[in-house]
């Protein structure tokens, strides 16, 4: 072994013990979904019996994610949750690309006003707006349908401007000059050339945007009146007593609603770490 | 004459968009094909929003038995399970914006005072006060338990609960060490006689077993604990009134409890794995007690099953009051709603049903505000989980003798304020090494007195709820 190899032993090392640490709540949530309500408490991950380990392997049950498809509503809000996270973030993404786009490379009267009103917005608490967008969507009709939701995130004020400084160090505007000589259109430009390269930062936002929708908890109760309607956020918590947990169902829900944004995470995670540490090293 | 813009290389999907990208974009796709062809059902008729999930199932019946009845669309009762934060934002929301919301809505109690913060003609909620008077329902329910429910007079919801306070204790702990708990009259008995319990049961020099479940921090304790002591937090015009020797002497002792020499209380939170954690173990002796509580424990605490009894509360003083109140929920119909005849009709329809009392004290051991019920059979079956005891009934002796509650919009503000007084005494004490009540008290005064010229001021600043100026 050479030397610089055994001098990365302890890094590794190291970075195994913070691994296995960081994953102890994730093992926990996983033996917890796994377990009755009378075993929850005796252990702390698999319950303990005469078993190979000393551990009760017959009491595991798949009883809590079998119920959790027959007695409640699961699938039906993992289609809404899919729905409106995707169809959210999809649009919002490139909506916020296009704006930034438009406050960065364009110039027209007012630019700078509009991008200190984008600015502005990044500041307004967002329970303020709840009673006047509640009301929008009353009169506009929109409350009690998914338009209702995803209408008002496509376009947030922190998308844009996030887009706006992306593109500004980005796109050189010789590129765009010379597209234009050779005829290209305004949207040729930003499909072909813009949006490739600030791709990192798409994979992003995409990212961002669809577990805000994901996670959305508060939202989708306020808009939307059906509880066919809700989203998987709702209906997790509706397994929640008042005042008492079944964990294991808890447990075996939470697993249910994170796998897919974890295989997405994974999907994107160069582009969300490339997109947010872009601009971070001088070159 | 430009030439025509041509890309050198051919760009394939991914050059555009990354994988992860182009996945979410077909997942939209699919999954709103799967939305379209599946579109949530329309439900005609009135909405009904409750907080509780275990109403659900409660009401199931009794709402059953009502669409049966009432077959027209329009009368058909739609309930919907909403997060209480969510109902209570919806429910501001519409408030100001003047939007409509469901046709009955559940409120718990700090909720619904909310409602209350403007001029009694504009409460989202209708005045139901002629209604009861007219029907003679006054008399039928638990006097106190309306009162969180009226402002300025008028009645705007019914009594879903009572909610009376026991103290539920580690019966099999208690009777191992040969305790009658009888002799406790007093929170001072209650300390005289169960202080053996407190015990180093690992040797490491520092107790594992405390007496009661209490913390400066649980302010939900705190509160109960005020009023089983006879605390008003206004006065019957809705000025503040906090700074009061009563609350002093209280807050006083309770930082006793809480730090100090004789300190018995341990942080033990309910509805939580590690609060419920300490209760299995023993950590904590007793716990203060509502109806609800008592079927909390009982839903999801299986492993207590047999080991608990309930008591009566100890007194603040000999020959005071033994119990007090926790929680509370009403029925309110909302001004927005058309019909409000049909609604109102609903409202007796579920409150008044047997079936109902005795569904939420099978699942919740809440017991109903309605007094004919009170003779119900079920509420008089001994429970396995108490040992044997005859939980409904026990808590019925209680249900008069419940403190009444002022319904301030102010509520909460006020109860933060006290937590914060609670928390400096306790600070006050530490520094100062001093662990009497008697000699706390001066200081607990002087930031009562803070905080009263505080709520006062920040009350001062709602130019819709004004309480009239002091005599």
């Known amino acids: 072994m050479t030397p610089r190899r055994a001098a990365l032993i302890p890094v590794y090392v190291a970075l195994i013990f913070f691994a296995v640490i960081t ?26 019996g005469e078993g190979w380990g000393g551990i009760a392997w017959e009491r595991l049950t798949a009883d809590n994610f079998r119920r959790l498809f027959r007695e409640f509503p699961i699938g039906r809000a993992m289609v809404n949750s899919c729905m409106l996270a995707s169809v959210t973030s999809t649009l919002a993404t490139f909506i916020c690309a296009m704006g930034g786009y438009g406050l960065a490379k364009f110039s027209f009267r007012g630019r700078t006003w509009l991008t200190s009103l984008v600015l502005g917005a990044l500041i307004i608490p967002g329970p303020l707006l709840i009673a006047p967008s509640y009301q929008l969507l009353w009169q506009l009709g929109l409350l009690n349908s998914y338009a209702g939701l995803i209408l008002p995130a496509i376009a947030p004020a922190f998308g844009v401007f996030l887009f706006r400084q992306a593109m500004l160090n980005a796109v050189p505007p010789e590129l765009l000059e010379a597209a234009r000589i050779d005829g290209a259109g305004e949207f040729r430009i930003f499909f072909t050339i813009v949006i490739p390269l600030v791709r990192p930062m798409i994979g992003a936002f995409l990212l961002i945007t669809f577990l805000g929708a994901w996670n959305n908890f508060i939202g989708p109760q306020i808009a939307l009146q059906s509880p066919e309607a809700f989203p998987l956020s709702v209906a997790i918590n509706n397994l929640r007593g008042l005042h008492g947990t079944e964990y294991g169902l808890i447990m075996s829900g939470t697993l249910v609603s994170i796998a897919p944004v974890m295989c997405l995470f994974l999907l994107l995670q160069r582009d969300f770490i490339s997109g947010l540490t872009s601009g971070a090293v001088k070159g | 004459m430009p030439r025509p813009f041509r890309l050198r290389r051919r760009p394939t999907p991914t050059s555009f968009l990354p994988t992860g990208a182009w996945i979410v974009v077909l997942v939209g796709v699919v999954s709103s094909a799967v939305f379209l062809s599946w579109p949530p059902t329309e439900r005609p008729g009135r909405e009904f929003w409750i907080f509780s999930n275990q109403r659900l199932t409660d009401y199931e019946s009794a709402i059953a038995d009502w669409n049966r009845d009432h077959p027209d669309a329009r009368d058909q009762i739609n309930i919907t399970l909403l997060h209480l934060s ?54 039928q329910f638990n006097a106190p338990s309306l009162s969180p429910w009226i402002s300025r007079g008028r009645i705007f919801g019914l009594p879903h609960d009572v909610h009376p306070c026991l103290l539920g204790y580690r019966s099999d702990i208690v009777e191992a ?14 300390y005289r006689v169960l202080g053996p319990l407190i015990a180093d049961l690992d040797g490491d020099g520092r107790p594992d077993r405390y007496l009661l479940n209490y913390w400066e ?27 009061h020797a009563l609350n002093a002497r209280v807050l006083a002792r309770l930082v006793t409890w809480v730090t100090g020499p004789n300190r018995f209380c341990v942080d033990a939170p309910e509805f939580t794995a590690g609060g419920d954690q300490m209760r299995l173990e023993g950590t904590v002796i007793a716990s203060i007690m509502p109806d609800w509580l008592a ?24 020959g005071g009051r033994r119990t007090s109140v926790w929680g509370g929920t009403c029925l309110s119909i909302t001004t927005t709603a058309p019909d409000p005849e049909k609604s109102w009709a609903f409202a007796k329809h ?28 079920f509420y008089h079956e001994p429970d396995p989980f108490f040992s044997g005891q005859k939980v409904g009934a026990r808590y019925i002796r209680e249900a008069p003798f419940v403190p009444e509650r002022a319904s301030s919009p102010f509520n909460t503000m006020v109860m933060d304020r006290l937590m914060v007084v609670l928390i400096d005494l306790k600070a006050h004490a530490l520094e100062h090494q001093r662990f009497d009540p008697i000699a706390l008290e001066p200081e607990a005064r002087r930031l009562l007195a803070a905080a009263q010229a505080d709520l006062e001021a920040r009350v001062g600043r709602n130019v819709l709820y004004r309480p009239p100026p002091s005599p």
């Not at chain 2, 109902?356 to 699942?363: D, I, N, P, T």
């Open chain 2, 295 to 318: 079927g909390t424990w009982k839903n999801y605490i299986p492993g207590l099953a047999g080991k608990v009894k309930l008591m009566r509360l100890p007194a603040w003083e000999p």
């Open chain 2, 177 to 190: 060490a040969g305790i009658d708990v009888s002799q406790i009259e007093t929170w001072d008995d209650f």
């Open chain 2, 350 to 377: 579920l409150y008044f049903s047997p079936q109902v009392a005795e569904g939420l004290f099978r699942s919740t051991a809440t017991i109903s505000p309605v007094k004919a019920m009170w003779s119900r059979p």
């Open chain 2, 86 to 139: 969510a109902l209570e934002r919806r429910m501001m929301a519409a408030a100001t914006a003047d939007a409509p919301i469901a046709d009955l809505v559940e409120g718990e109690r700090d909720l619904v005072a909310r409602v209350f913060a403007g001029p009694i003609e504009e409460v989202g909620f209708v005045d139901l006060t002629d209604r009861i008077a007219a029907e003679n329902l006054l008399d």
């Open chain 1, 23 to 48: 994953l102890i709540p994730f093992i926990w949530m996983i033996t917890s979904a796994l377990k009755t309500p009378e075993d929850y408490f005796t252990s702390f991950f698999l319950p303990r």
């Open chain 2, 217 to 243: 921090n649980q302010r939900d304790q705190t509160q109960a604990l005020l009023l089983q002591a006879g605390s008003q937090f206004f006065d019957d015009a809705g000025h503040v009134t906090v700074d």
